[in-house]
Nanobody
Framework: RVQAVESGGGLVQPGGSLRLSCEVS????????MGWFRQAAGKEREGIVC????????YSSDSMKGRFTISRDNSKNTLYLQMDNLKPEDTAMYYC????????????????WGQGTQVTVSS
């Protein structure tokens, strides 16, 4: 079965950076369109970004474009999310998941995800 393990979260001050990782097993990672979503306490999940390759990336929201950068290493079955200039409103549990095409781009398809990694932005 497919397993995803997210890591790299933590407590960071506003303006700080974190790099999240997601290692996937049980499926041919290189064939997947992968992405990230987050869920803050008491709120609905929110898609962040999806990626096939460096030339095919879709951000779900402009608010994270320019601050969040997705990348992947298919040789390590691992997806990354570099997060810079973090804001308190970025506080949430972050998850990786598969993505699919939805009319105007790739967006999270939520067929699998891991336990998540907590990101807390606070001074």
């Amino acid at each position: 079965r497919v397993q995803a393990v997210e890591s790299g979260g933590g407590l960071v001050q506003p303006g700080g950076s974190l790099r999240l990782s997601c290692e996937v097993s049980g499926i041919r990672f290189a064939d997947l369109t992968m992405g990230w979503f987050r869920q803050a306490a008491g709120k609905e999940r929110e898609g962040i970004v999806c990626m096939i390759d460096p030339s095919t990336i879709t951000y779900s929201s402009d608010s994270m474009k320019g601050r969040f950068t997705i990348s992947r290493d298919n040789s390590k079955n691992t997806l990354y999310l570099q997060m810079d200039n973090l804001k308190p409103e970025d506080t949430a549990m972050y998850y990786c998941t598969d993505c699919a095409w939805y009319s105007d781009g790739y967006y999270p398809d939520y067929n699998f995800w891991g336990q998540g990694t907590q990101v807390t932005v606070s001074s």
